[in-house]
């Protein structure tokens, strides 16, 4: 039997601000300043970033990674400015929602291991492995665990497109994705061309039902839960989600699931949904209608409206 946690759910939230300061996750500086102060910090390389952060943002095919983790400090700063309030959103509820305390977690796309370490702190005995197809991104991690003196925590490079055969000999408890599959191709992204509903009813196909399929090998089988927050910025899109997490065996628990509001670096509000869901024999594939997602969505929209009727 595995011993009780007497830390209530407020000790574990009244963790996160703390770790994030600890690892140097601030708050946002206004754009400009942000740059002017990294090219100062940084050097040649800031100015490198900027231009393949931009390029991206245009909707250029730009792997920024590699540039952002030239060095763990870089990779901190960069991340502070474009994650800080979504990382501390996102792990408070985590903290609040109180999983058991897992055997071995997996955390996919762990990139510069910020998270990853946040769970190896939280769950000292538990075995915490971070993976990335970033070679970049893992030593940095790599730095940053070790800098954490958190001798439970490891890394490995390791792509989300070639997961067969991975960890031939270990299941996990808890496997996290946290805006992870958006970079897969075929995710659908949050554009008016981008035919999401048409994706909706074919995905059986698609890379990233594979590559679920490839994760539900590696959850314990009766236990696991896999938690994924990613870029579904609409009902369509987070309904196509959840009939992918369904057709590789696994049930959505909508009790826990949950939509996540922060404020980003521009000053938008900025809404993810946090999708759990667990194995299951029969998991079931709901219409789109019945699908949580559009009520969920429908009422943060409404709000929305009234708070500019009011303006």
């Known amino acids: 039997m595995r011993r009780a946690d007497k830390r209530s ?6 963790s996160v601000e703390p770790y994030l300061r600890s690892v140097g996750i601030g708050g946002y500086l206004e754009r400009d300043a942000f ?3 990294l090219q100062e910090k940084h050097g040649p390389i800031a100015e490198q970033v900027a231009h393949a952060i931009s390029a ?14 030239t060095t763990l400090a870089l990779s901190i700063d960069v991340t502070a400015q474009y994650y800080n309030q979504m990382y501390k959103e996102f792990l408070s509820w985590f903290c609040r929602e109180k999983f058991p305390e897992p055997t071995c977690l997996l955390d996919v796309g762990c990139d510069n291991g910020i998270l ?4 190896g702190t939280l769950y000292p005995s538990a075995e915490v492995v971070g993976i990335d197809k970033c070679e970049q991104g893992i030593v940095c991690a ?15 490079v390791c792509d989300l497109q070639s997961l067969e055969g991975a960890f031939p000999e270990r299941s996990f408890d808890l496997i996290m994705s946290t805006a992870v599959f958006h970079e897969v191709p075929e995710f659908p992204e949050d554009e008016p061309d981008s035919g999401c509903a048409s994706i909706t009813m074919g995905h059986e196909d698609s890379d990233c039902a594979r590559i679920v399929a490839e994760l539900l090998r590696l959850l314990r089988y009766g236990t696991g839960t896999m938690v994924s ?5 609409d009902g369509e899109t987070l309904a196509w989600w959840i009939r992918v997490l369904n057709q590789a065996g696994l049930s959505v628990d909508a009790d826990r699931s949950t939509l996540l509001g922060y404020d980003n670096m521009y000053d938008k509000r900025e809404t993810l949904p946090v999708v759990v869901a667990v194995r299951s024999r029969h998991p079931t594939i709901r219409s789109v209608e019945d699908i949580p997602a559009f009520r969920m969505y429908q009422d943060v929209e409404a709000n929305a409206k009234i708070g500019d009727r009011a303006e």
């Not at 790599?142 to 490995?156: C, I, S, T």
Request: with cysteine; glycine share 4%.
């Open 229 to 233: 927050m990613e870029r579904c910025t």
């Open 142 to 156: 790599r730095e940053l665990g070790h800098r954490l003196k958190l001798a439970n925590v490891r890394f490995e």
């Open 35 to 37: 740059w002017k102060r």
């Open 9 to 14: 759910k407020k000790d574990y939230e009244s």
């Open 116 to 119: 990853t370490c946040f769970y």
């Open 56 to 69: 991206r943002e245009e909707g250029e095919d730009v792997d920024v990674y590699p540039l952002k983790n």
